[in-house]
Structures are given as structure tokens and as C-alpha cells.
């Protein structure tokens, strides 16, 4: 019997092909809403939660800041986000999901749910809380 390849038993590319796994079908939705996977992303992030500033949506949606910029930018346009000052720190702007951002985020976060649902349903609920969980404290490293 042949010993495991290396890649068989390496985290990072299991977890690459867990999301590859997650998001192969997935995007088809994204892309049918005219969004790209970051933009959905950003919805995502930006759609029940507080407002960001660029460098912490930067961090959440996993891009460099320059990149988000100019597709915040694009986003605005859209109508999708808009930006305000921060009231704790006039210097700063954050960014705040539009109504509109929110209804066009909002089909696509229930397809999400329903996704995850189904890809995870070979595991227990013990093993899927489990499964968050670890993740979630390797993510805060």
C-alpha cells in the first residue's frame, strides 16, 4: 500500500479544495445576480453587519486595499454601497450596504445557507459545529 501523498494530508490544500468544493456551484448563482465573487463578498459582509472601513472590508473579503477601493468605488455607483464619515473619527469613511446592496445580497445569503446546508449534510450536527468552530480559530491566527 502506497503512503498518502503529501498534499492528501496538508491542510492548506485541503481547505483549498473544501472551498473550491463549496464555491464551484455557488458562484453559478453569484454570477446570475451580475455580481463577481468578490463583490458578493463584500454584499455579504457588508449586508447585516456594521459599517467598515476600506482596510477592515480589505481584511474580510480577503483583498488588498487598493483593489477594494476602486470596487467600493464601483459598488457606489451601483448603488450597492455608500460611504460615510465615521462619527467617532471624522477623518475616517466607512462603507455601509445601500438598501438596494441589501436586497440584491439578500436571495444570494439564503442560496448560500441552503448551499452550505446541503454540502454538509453527510455530517453530524456535532462534526459541523465542530468543523466551524476549528475553523473559525485558525481564521483569528
Same mark, same amino acid.
Given at each position: 500500500?502506497?503512503?498518502?501523498? #503529501? ?18 456551484? #455557488?458562484?453559478?448563482?453569484? @454570477?446570475?445576480? $451580475? ?43 451601483? $448603488? ?10 471624522? &477623518? &475616517? ?7 438596494? $446592496?441589501? &436586497? ?8 448560500? &445557507? ?6 454538509? @449534510? ?18 483569528? @491566527?
Amino acid at each position: 500500500m502506497a503512503a498518502p501523498r #503529501f498534499v492528501d494530508e496538508y491542510l492548506g490544500y485541503l481547505l483549498g479544495q473544501a472551498n473550491h468544493a463549496l464555491y464551484k456551484d #455557488f458562484d453559478a448563482h453569484v @454570477r446570475a445576480a $451580475g455580481l463577481s465573487s468578490i463583490e458578493w463578498r463584500v454584499l455579504a459582509t457588508l449586508h447585516d453587519g456594521e459599517p467598515l472601513t476600506i482596510s477592515q472590508l480589505a481584511h474580510e473579503v480577503l483583498s488588498k486595499q487598493p483593489t477594494v477601493t476602486k470596487l467600493v468605488q464601483r459598488m457606489c455607483e451601483h $448603488g450597492w454601497l455608500a460611504l460615510q464619515a465615521d462619527p467617532d473619527d471624522q &477623518r &475616517r469613511t466607512l462603507v455601509v450596504a445601500t438598501a438596494a $446592496g441589501k &436586497r440584491l445580497a439578500r436571495p444570494l445569503v439564503d442560496k448560500a &445557507r441552503a448551499h452550505e446546508t446541503a454540502m454538509l @449534510r453527510a455530517l453530524p450536527a456535532a462534526e459541523k459545529t465542530a468543523l466551524k468552530k476549528l475553523l473559525g480559530k485558525l481564521a483569528r @491566527r
